[in-house]
Structure formats: structure tokens, C-alpha cells
């Protein structure tokens, strides 16, 4: 019932085995890992002794998708107690700039969930940012990327074979701007931009179309866009990589067993 540990252990103060690492690890870790690569600098004739080992965080509990991916609710850092747990994430896509910065945040929020509460929880937290994404303009579901080599992939105003996604994507927008006779400027290699993807049946076969701050109105392309897919790539499909480390999903699955119910 205990995982064979004894009931002192079991109840002890989180705090307290905090402190006994903290002190552990100093006082007994650090020096004989010292020793042990000072006794390696002399064995292989070095000068001196450039190997020093220092403990990061330590944490209450802590997720691992794979190598140097995870998030940790880590009290304690370097030394530093915290007066309450806090986040700490590395490789996950809630660093990713490319994506809009509401889904990193909410990212994180799923992160803090996953770690201190429970499956549901999860579940409840995304259907309402479901409601809240759908709700929202274009300019803010999209995606910040840049864009290079227009020159090199579209000849005479088209794709030639090859072309990487987001310089159709670019070139698209370029060209409606031409068929409404609008006087913005048309995107070029190095601009800061923003990505939307489109449903099936968008003007001119289009995927998706980039815009420098905000999709103009004369496109008429708003309601092509594909919210759905948006949100499955930016928010559903990357956190479904960190929770299925725990075996959950981001949203409740569908059983067979509720067709009988």
C-alpha cells in the first residue's frame, strides 16, 4: 500500500526531503564528484580540473515525452527555494516561436495541469480554449513565420515544381492583391508574416495564405479559413505529444462501450 517504503517516509514533509536533497547533494554529491573528475584530470595529465558538477532543480513531480523534452513543477533550483513549485519546461512546444503566442500560453496552462491535477482537468481546460480560438480574428490564429526565396520559386507569377509551402503561400497573397487591384505591398524574401491554413474549395485551389498583419477584407477569403485545422496543429496535435506520456489524451476519447449505454 506504501510501495514498501516505511509510513515515516511516507508522510513526510515534502519540504523537509526537499532540504535532505538539497543538503545531500552538497554535502555528499558535489565533493565526490569532485574528487572523482580531479582524480581523472591527474590520470590523463591535465593542467587542471575544468569538470564541475552542480545539481539544476528539484521537483515534485515531472513529465518526460523524450530526451530534453519535459516539464517539471520544480521547487527548488540551483539552490534557490521557491516559495511555491513552479514550471519549468525544456524542448516542448510551448518555446516554439512560430506558433501564436495565446496557444504557447495556453501550452503552458495544459502543462501546470497535467503536472497537478488530473485527465479531466486537461479535457475541461481545452474545450474552453476551443471556444475561445474559434471566436477569434484570423490575424490572431495565425501562425508568425518568415518567408525567403520568392524569387527563386515563382516564375511570372507561379509556383514552379518544388516550391516550399510557405512561398505559395506568400506568392498567394501576392496575387490576390493583384486580382482586387490593391495597393498594399506585396510580400518579399525576408518578411515577418503570418500563416492560415484554408479549407478544401478556397479560391484558386489555395491551401493557405500568408498576410503581413491582418488578412484584407477585399480577399474575402475569412471564411475559408480553416479554424479547425488550425487548432489541431497548434494546440490539440502538440499537446497530445506531451499528455500520451501519461497515457491520456487532450480530449476525451470516444468509447464503444457508449453506444450500449
Known amino acids: 500500500e506504501n510501495g514498501g517504503l516505511p509510513p ?12 535532505w536533497m538539497d543538503e545531500m547533494v552538497k554535502g555528499e554529491l558535489e565533493p565526490l564528484l569532485l574528487k572523482l573528475a580531479e582524480e581523472l584530470a591527474f590520470a590523463l595529465n591535465c593542467p587542471t580540473n575544468k569538470l564541475i558538477f552542480k545539481r539544476e532543480a528539484l521537483a515534485t513531480v515531472g513529465i518526460w515525452v523524450a530526451k530534453k523534452r519535459y516539464a517539471l513543477m520544480v521547487s527548488n533550483n540551483e539552490g534557490v527555494q521557491y516559495p511555491k513549485p513552479k514550471l519549468k519546461f525544456t524542448g516542448l512546444e510551448a518555446k516554439k516561436s512560430d506558433y501564436p ?29 476551443k471556444a475561445e480560438f474559434m471566436a477569434k480574428p484570423v490575424h490572431l490564429i495565425a501562425a508568425p513565420k518568415s518567408v525567403n526565396n520568392i524569387e527563386k520559386y515563382i516564375e ?19 496575387t490576390m492583391l493583384t486580382k482586387v487591384g490593391s495597393m498594399e505591398k506585396p510580400i518579399v524574401s ?32 475569412e471564411r475559408w479559413v480553416d479554424y479547425k485545422e488550425s487548432f489541431r496543429k497548434y494546440f490539440i496535435e502538440p499537446l497530445n505529444n506531451f499528455v ?5 489524451s487532450p480530449e476525451p476519447r470516444a468509447s464503444v462501450m457508449q453506444f450500449f449505454s
Open 8 to 19: 515515516k517516509q511516507v508522510t513526510q514533509d515534502i519540504d523537509t526531503i526537499l532540504h
Open 101 to 129: 503566442e495565446f496557444c504557447r500560453e495556453w501550452l503552458k496552462q495544459a502543462y501546470q495541469l497535467a503536472l497537478n491535477e488530473n485527465e479531466a482537468s486537461v479535457h475541461n481546460m481545452v474545450k474552453k480554449a
Open 156 to 174: 511570372n507569377g507561379h509556383a514552379i515544381k518544388g516550391t516550399p509551402a510557405q512561398v505559395k503561400a506568400a506568392n498567394n497573397y501576392n
Open 190 to 221: 525576408g518578411d515577418k508574416i503570418l500563416i492560415a491554413p484554408l479549407r478544401p474549395g478556397a479560391p484558386m485551389g489555395m491551401e493557405s495564405i500568408w498576410f503581413p498583419e491582418y488578412l484584407p477584407e477585399e480577399f474575402d477569403l
Open 244 to 248: 500520451k506520456a501519461v497515457g491520456w
